[in-house]
T-cell receptor, first 114, second 117 residues
Framework: DQQVKQNSPSLSVQEGRISILNCDYT??????FLWYKKYPAEGPTFLISISSIKDKNEDGRFTVFLNKSAKHLSLHIVPSQPGDSAVYFCAASAYGAGSYQLTFGKGTKLSVIP | KAGVTQTPRYLIKTRGQQVTLSCSPISGHRSVSWYQQTPGQGLQFLFEYFSETQRNKGNFPGRFSGRQFSNSRSEMNVSTLELGDSALYLCASSLGGLAGSMQETQYFGPGTRLLVL
């Protein structure tokens, strides 16, 4: 059973427009959420995170929104740039049995068209 | 500061063989986690090591094992390889708090791509 779902395998956006990447989760115990970006032949790079006590976190062009009641989070990139073209992974963290564990979605491939 | 390094970058094995992958964390990082990435399942957590001890484990069969050395370098081993083990294996390091917590950002290496024929 997939606890973190990224239902859009791919997304194409025009340069300068907004990119919105979505993520849904099912486990109510998740209390920390992250987005990672991955370029081909490289490992994932941490992008931005949000605690469950917040509903929004901004870092430059990147904003993550969390809707706990809907168990939904989204990543907004404004304005989108060609260098943002990558695979984006949503991840969620829960504490249990003395440790945390990150659960990742399958990723959304973002293509920003110049 | 050098990033996380993984060797080898690419590997081809046949079913039934075993394989050992290596990971060198960022200098000063004491926690090392391993993940398997496949197109169908995304990134899945294998295990985490801290101070030469396995601190956390995902839902993988016992064929997957790992260890950590006193210099924090880590290896993972897969025995009796199956076709389904073909994947990108990623290693991530963090300072030493509980990996996955708010205080611990994980830094990933480029991965080892394993192909099992």
């Amino acid at each position: 059973d997939q606890q973190v779902k990224q239902n859009s395998p791919s997304l194409s956006v025009q340069e300068g427009r907004i990119s919105i990447l979505n993520c849904d989760y099912t486990n109510s115990m998740f209390d920390y959420f992250l987005w990672y970006k991955k370029y081909p032949a490289e490992g994932p790079t941490f992008l931005i995170s949000i605690s469950s006590i917040k509903d929004k976190n901004e870092d430059g062009r990147f904003t993550v929104f969390l809707n706990k009641s809907a168990k939904h989070l989204s990543l907004h990139i404004v304005p989108s740039q060609p260098g943002d073209s990558a695979v984006y992974f949503c991840a969620a963290s829960a504490y249990g049995a003395g440790s945390y564990q990150l659960t990742f979605g399958k990723g959304t491939k973002l293509s920003v068209i110049p | 500061k050098a990033g996380v390094t993984q060797t080898p970058r690419y590997l081809i094995k046949t079913r039934g063989q075993q394989v050992t992958l290596s990971c060198s964390p960022i200098s000063g990082h004491r926690s090392v986690s391993w993940y398997q990435q496949t197109p169908g399942q995304g990134l899945q957590f294998l295990f985490e090591y801290f101070s030469e001890t396995q601190r956390n484990k995902g839902n993988f069969p016992g064929r997957f094992s790992g260890r950590q050395f006193s210099n924090s370098r880590s290896e993972m081993n897969v025995s009796t390889l199956e076709l389904g083990d073909s994947a990108l294996y990623l290693c991530a390091s963090s300072l030493g708090g509980l990996a996955g917590s708010m205080q611990e950002t994980q830094y990933f290496g480029p991965g080892t791509r394993l192909l099992v024929l």
